[in-house]
């Protein structure tokens, strides 16, 4: 097998490491795609169910903790490029426990770094590292998250990945490690584990279950379809220049509470309930501790040098994904209930 590239994925068979595996494996036949995921709770194999036939594709079950095996790994499937996705990934459970967020997030982040630059010493592939817009912080009413905007991270969750983009950075200033890094605003759509947002609320609703607004539901989040992020991370992955930054988002705010009235509308009519139906289960609850109050990312940089922007408006968006999971109810049940476990059991081993 002669592969032009042979591309380490992490987190794979996570929610948008699924989308960005799906996209790479079907557009590029030339490239071998490894998908590497340890399969905690959020990472589940019927995320590429639809690929895992496909010559051009392998999935490895391992821990990016696990160096030695990394190390194995990197040399066993010559690997030329990595696209780092696996980390834990929930703000709330990093609040209640922040060590998996500190071990994962940052010390799997210098394994992979580590054994990057070791074994790439001759002919250096891309590092290209994902991260998020919550490294900025919080922004009041006015004003955007750029890619000079001052790292202030404030959840146990962000700020281990803000540890991570350090590290990242500091690879290539020191070693001269290709590197580049994106940060992204809340991604949305099919695959994503209900614990997030949106897809908590779709499940809600469908089971008549409250929906649980975090305080008065004022805060503000900047969504964009998954498959879209994909789309970006295949063009900076291309295109992007070494060492440097690109920010993604939708241009689209949003407040949690009109959000999910407009999610209660969606499922009101595709469920042919009465209006206003689903809105009668909105309950505030508790706020998040330390719950950042905005997230808006300006995303002229890659709009301006690569091309990108948003291929699909938030309406198509959120119908799509409102229509994925009443059509999937049994993905829903699969990943709630642990089956996933057996499905590797079967499949892989
Ligand atoms: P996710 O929780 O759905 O998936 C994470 C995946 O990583 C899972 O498949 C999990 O099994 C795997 N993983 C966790 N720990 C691992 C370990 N130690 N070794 C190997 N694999 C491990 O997360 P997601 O929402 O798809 O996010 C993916 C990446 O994108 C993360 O780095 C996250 O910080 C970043 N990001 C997410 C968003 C968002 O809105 N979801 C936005 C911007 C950036
Ligand atoms: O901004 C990018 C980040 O978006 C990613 O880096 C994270 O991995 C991803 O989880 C997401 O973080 P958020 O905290 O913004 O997403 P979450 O879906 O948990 O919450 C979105 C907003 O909704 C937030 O303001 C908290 C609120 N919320 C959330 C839940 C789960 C509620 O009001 N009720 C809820 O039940």
Redesign the pocket.
């Known amino acids: 097998e002669k592969y032009d590239k042979t591309i380490l994925i ?2 794979g ?5 699924s989308h960005v595996i799906r996209l790479f494996v079907n557009k590029y036949p030339n490239y071998k795609i490894v998908n ?5 709770y ?2 589940n194999l019927f995320n590429t169910q639809d690929i895992e036939k496909q010559t051009n594709y392998s999935f490895i079950k ?4 696990d160096k030695e095996n990394l190390n194995a790994i990197f040399k066993t499937y010559q690997i030329t490029d990595v696209i780092h ?5 929930h703000v709330d459970r990093s609040i209640s426990g922040p060590m998996d967020f500190i071990q ?1 997030n940052i010390v ?1 982040t210098a394994n992979l770094l580590e054994i990057a630059r070791n074994t790439w010493k001759e002919n250096p592939g891309v590092f290209y590292h ?3 817009d919550e490294v900025y912080g919080s922004l009041g009413k006015e004003g955007f998250f750029t890619e000079n905007t001052a790292y202030d991270p404030r959840s146990p969750y962000s700020a281990s ?1 803000a540890s991570s983009d350090h590290l990242v950075r500091a690879y290539f200033h020191t070693y001269k490690l290709p590197i580049k890094i994106s940060n ?4 949305y759509g099919s695959h994503q ?1 209900p614990e997030k947002l949106i897809p908590l609320m779709i499940h809600n609703i469908k089971q008549k279950k409250s929906l649980p607004i975090y305080g008065k539901g004022d805060n503000i989040r900047d969504w964009l379809w998954v498959e879209d992020h994909a789309r970006a991370i295949d063009v900076v992955f291309h295109k992007g220049k070494l060492g440097e930054t690109y920010n993604i988002g939708g241009w689209n705010e949003w407040t949690n509470i009109d959000l999910v009235h407009q999610l209660c509308k969606i499922m009101d009519e595709k469920l042919g309930n009465p209006v206003g139906t689903s809105a009668k289960l909105i309950t505030h609850v508790t706020d998040r501790a330390g719950h950042d109050q905005r997230y808006a990312i300006d995303a002229t940089k890659i709009k301006k040098e690569l091309g990108w922007i948003p291929s699909i408006t938030f309406e198509e968006g959120l119908e799509k994904t409102v229509v994925w999971y009443l059509q999937n109810q049994d993905w829903l049940k699969n990943v709630t209930s642990g089956e996933y476990a057996d499905y590797y059991e079967k499949n892989y081993n």
């Open positions: 992490t987190g068979a996570g929610f948008i490491g590497l995921d340890k399969l905690t959020a990472g391992a821990d990016i903790n996705l696996a980390a834990e990934s994962t799997g994902i991260s998020t990945k992204c605003s809340n991604n584990f």
